[in-house]
């Protein structure tokens, strides 16, 4: 039998003809998901453009909002095994060991400072972390080495971790410069809020269903659409587009941008990035600016087929630093595009 090519390891031609597929399967996943929350689409809709694109996605809301459950579910849906899934809720008195495993005794006799990190964060894919700026200082740091450069260190020395999907909650933002870095790396945050003002009945009649589900330890919702392996292999498929440049007819090189980002949305992408910065104080790093080319594209490609349009840059609404600033965008991005919706 033959050995099963990883996604990491697939050429473009090897993910062409599939491509069409894995994008259907992922989007039947997003869609068939939302039937088990209520007005919680536009979370799942950001988890999968997150989970794609391998960019962290931050919820942010008040206890009680589906926070946790939206992760929940959507790991269940991908059928992702308890083995490759990390979940932890952070506090101030939270230390390493509980999050990259302990200090081998064994190891530490023989002079080796080594970590058992097995069902520790150093091993999942997909990872999610609740109350994450109650992070301290010692976990901060672990944290962002984590995210930024994808390994862990034993020992002063650098292992590669296979973590590719993750999410945080958070109830509020703090304002402490300490983490300023940690939130720079989520470029996405987004609100969960609470519906029962507007879908009361709703959430009576969904959060029965879902108690029950629990108590026959039933889970519907994994229906099996797609896998981690779908995202897996939609983000290399979209790297190697990335990657890719071409000669027009005319000779001139084209590369993703030219090809996949009209100039007229472009330059409406610029311009509102401008304005949220010159008139909101909307802090936009330039690793963020290339960072979020990738999650429009990835979106365009997930929603549509390829092309960036108007609508995608709808994701400029979730670049809000504080909660004062996610709820400001959500008016005004839309209001900048010209969206009567809202």
């Given at each position: ?228 392996d779908d995202f897996l292999k939609a983000n290399r498929y979209l790297t190697h587009l990335f990657a890719r440049t071409q000669t027009d007819v005319n000779g001139d090189e084209q590369n993703d941008r030219t090809r996949f980002f009209p100039a007229d949305v472009f330059r409406e992408y610029q311009r509102v990035v401008k304005t ?67």
């Amino acid at each position: 039998m033959a050995k099963k090519t990883a996604p990491e390891d697939l050429s473009l031609a090897d993910l062409q003809d599939e491509a069409e597929d894995i994008r259907k399967r992922i989007t039947r996943l997003r869609t068939s998901l939302g039937r088990f929350f209520v007005n919680k689409q536009e979370i799942i809709d950001l988890m999968c453009v997150a989970a794609v694109a391998q960019e962290p996605l931050l919820l942010v809301g008040p206890p009680g909002t589906a926070k946790s459950d939206l992760v929940l579910k959507f790991k269940d849906a991908l059928g992702v095994p308890e083995e490759d899934y990390f979940e932890y809720m952070l506090t101030r008195f939270t230390e390493p060991s509980e999050i990259i495993g302990a200090i081998d005794i064994k190891e530490l006799r023989d002079g080796r400072y080594i970590r058992r990190k097995e069902g520790k964060l150093p091993t999942a894919t997909l990872v999610f972390l609740d109350e994450i700026f109650k992070s301290n200082s010692a976990i901060l740091n672990i944290l962002l080495t984590i995210i930024n450069e994808k390994k862990f260190y034993q020992e002063g020395k650098p292992e590669p971790v296979p973590l590719r999907v993750m999410f945080a909650a958070t109830n509020e933002i703090p304002e402490q410069g300490e983490l300023a870095a940690l939130k720079d790396r989520f470029v996405l945050k987004v609100m969960s809020r609470p519906v029962q003002d507007d879908h009361f009945q709703e959430l009576i009649d969904s959060g029965l269903r879902g108690e029950a589900y629990k108590g026959l330890n039933q889970k519907p919702w994994a229906e099996g659409h797609a896998t981690l392996d779908d995202f897996l292999k939609a983000n290399r498929y979209l790297t190697h587009l990335f990657a890719r440049t071409q000669t027009d007819v005319n000779g001139d090189e084209q590369n993703d941008r030219t090809r996949f980002f009209p100039a007229d949305v472009f330059r409406e992408y610029q311009r509102v990035v401008k304005t949220l910065i010159r008139e909101d104080k909307i802090f936009i790093s330039d690793r963020k600016l290339v960072k979020l080319y990738k999650l429009l594209r990835v979106r365009a490609w997930l929603f549509s087929g390829g092309t960036v349009n108007r609508d995608d840059l709808r994701l400029l609404a979730y670049l809000g630093e504080t909660i004062s600033e996610i709820e400001r965008l959500r008016e005004k991005v839309p209001q900048l595009l010209g969206d009567e919706r809202g």
